[in-house]
């Protein structure tokens, strides 16, 4: 049985944040990369965090990733994630490998921990050098604003947007041994976003007692059903990175898959990650609407997904959104062209309460009602492929021009 449809206790922490697990704490800061706005953030634990991450399936990936490849594959342990917006360091050569590095021994020294135990990201403009001296300054003066806790997140949060409008949190709490567990999060992102990850960055902590290798498999399967289930302009980039850091303070029985409430433990995580990942949908560039898409009746829940997807990341579906055009033929197209099992005689489909097809077959329905529902910002797509009982979502936005304007001068 899928976790989804298991009953847990997960609860929304509302003023939570990615420092609300124990040992966490974190700072943003501005160094003069960007003109105004923070520009550099780090997380820090208190002791050496199990650790696992997810990176872009883009073959041109980003010097900072195979630093933190490096630094995570030495021990599954991390304390420091240094992050920076404004400057990607991809398509930067050996100068941007070393830059990289660099970023992770100015950060270890400066939080006297070993080099390896830290993990690097960048956000921000292709093609260009770090200003590598700004951002080592900037590193020097970070440590002492982590033990400010007032707005700590929320500067993190603000130092690694780049076209992003707004700040994107999570927190949850569930209960494993008779213990608080908690999952914090922060993200970026809002173009070039497409499964499999995007041009984003989301950085989890929990306190739970986890070691790194079923870390590692707990945010393995949870990605594809979270950050690989939203698209907004169908780009992939080169930084894409999910890092996520588990402190164990909170002395929970050491989980594994054999663990009783291991499942728990995968819903809490995933409840975060998707939290996290409509956001970034919803604040896609330019866009007035989340679209969600959700998907049964597949013949398993790898169809489900691929059908999701395909209508999610339609262009024209996502046109239409926003023109407020119940077109429900772009629906089924999108749907037949998914690569998943389908017959098209047994489709059902509906736009929020409204359904548009029956067993394949268009049936009446009210323009002026669909109308008004594609005006709201919140857009529900069903469909029932009546096959079997697969299940799967996807989220994504409209399609608007600003998002054209956007981009269109995105490097001025």
């Known amino acids: 049985m899928d976790t989804e449809m298991k009953s847990f206790s997960i609860t929304p922490v509302e003023a939570g944040s990615l420092v609300t697990p124990k040992g966490f704490s974190a700072a943003g800061i501005h160094t003069g990369v960007k003109r105004y706005r923070l520009d550099l953030g780090v997380i820090y634990c208190e002791v050496p965090a199990s650790s696992a991450a997810v990176y872009t399936l883009n073959k041109v990936q980003a010097a900072p990733i195979k630093i933190t490849k490096d630094s995570i594959a030495q021990e599954g342990k991390l304390q420091a994630v240094i992050v920076n917006s404004g400057n990607a360091n991809a398509c930067t050569g050996k100068r941007g490998i070393e830059d990289a590095y660099t970023m ?6 400066i939080f006297e921990i070993p080099e390896h135990y830290v993990a690097v990201s960048s956000t921000g403009v292709i093609g260009e050098f770090l200003q590598i001296d700004k951002i080592i300054n900037g590193i020097k003066k970070i440590k002492a604003l982590t033990q400010v806790k007032f707005d700590a997140a929320e500067r993190f949060n603000e130092a690694i947007l780049t076209t992003d409008t707004i700040n994107k949190r999570a927190c949850f709490q569930t209960t494993i041994d008779g213990k608080t567990i908690t999952f914090g999060g922060a993200a970026k992102g809002s173009g070039m976003i497409h499964p499999n990850m995007a041009t984003m960055l989301a950085f989890l902590t929990t306190d739970a007692n986890i070691e790194p290798e079923w870390l590692q498999k707990a945010l393995n399967q949870v990605i594809d059903v979270t950050f690989n289930r939203i698209t907004v302009d169908g780009d992939t980039s080169t930084n894409d990175t999910v890092v996520v850091m588990a402190s164990g303070l909170a002395n929970n029985v050491t989980l594994t898959d054999a663990h009783p409430e291991w499942d728990r433990f995968i819903v809490a995580l995933k409840t975060t990650c998707e939290q996290l990942a409509k956001k970034i949908a919803r604040d896609g560039e330019g866009a007035t609407k989340l679209i969600e898409v959700q998907v049964k009746g597949a013949l398993n829940d790898e169809d489900a997904g691929k059908v999701a997807k395909s209508i999610v990341g339609s262009d024209l579906v996502k046109s239409a959104i926003y023109g407020t055009d119940a077109n429900w033929g772009r629906i089924i197209c999108a749907t037949g062209y998914s690569g998943a ?16 097809l029956k067993d394949g077959m268009p049936i009446p329905f009210s323009e002026e009602e669909a109308t008004q529902y594609l005006a709201t910002e919140n857009i529900m797509i069903y469909v029932d492929l009546h096959l079997g009982d697969g299940f799967g979502k996807a989220w994504g936005c409209d399609l608007t021009y600003d998002y054209v304007r956007i981009n269109a001068g995105y490097r001025t």
């Not at 992770?104 to 020294?109: G, I, P, Q």
């Not at 389908?342 to 548009?356: A, E, F, L, Y």
């Open 104 to 109: 992770r021994k100015e950060t270890a020294e």
């Open 341 to 356: 099992n389908i017959n098209p005689d047994t489709i059902d489909i509906s736009i929020g309460g409204i359904q548009t």
